[in-house]
């Protein structure tokens, strides 16, 4: 029975992964370059490119999925940070898939 429940859990959470997956995909081909370029003007005071600077990491070049997951999982709180539980908390779908899409556009140096 337990052996059960556990195959159960592991196959649900797997299945949650996924279908956040694909919702990061989908929403990526909505995305606007330009509208990202001109929504990251907030971002950019504190991620600037080049080193990792005070503790903010640089996410230029970040793969645009994976981006689009993160602030997903900050805005849900999944992901532990006030500021930036803050930021993505005023974010759209489609405004996360076009800064994902842009960010990811820059070289990461
Ligand atoms: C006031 C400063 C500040 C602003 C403004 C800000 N961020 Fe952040 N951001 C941070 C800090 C600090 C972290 C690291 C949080 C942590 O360690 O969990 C972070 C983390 C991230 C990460 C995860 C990076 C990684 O490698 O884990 C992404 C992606 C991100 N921010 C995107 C954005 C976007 C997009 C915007 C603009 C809409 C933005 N941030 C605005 C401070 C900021």
Excluded: W
């Excluded at 803050?86 to 070289?107: P, T």
């Amino acid at each position: 029975m337990t052996r059960f429940l556990l195959t159960f859990m592991v196959v649900i959470s797997t299945s949650g992964a996924f279908i956040q997956c694909v919702q990061a995909e989908n929403s990526i081909k909505n995305a606007d370059i330009a509208y990202g370029e001109y929504l990251a003007g907030e971002c950019v005071t504190c991620h600037r490119s080049g080193a990792v600077n005070d503790g903010i990491p640089n996410i230029s070049g970040m793969d645009a999925e994976a981006f689009v997951y993160i602030l997903q999982s900050y805005r849900s709180k999944e992901l532990e940070n006030k500021v930036m539980q803050l930021v993505a908390g005023r974010l759209d779908d489609e405004q996360i898939a076009s800064l994902a899409v842009y960010f990811a556009s820059l070289s990461s140096e």
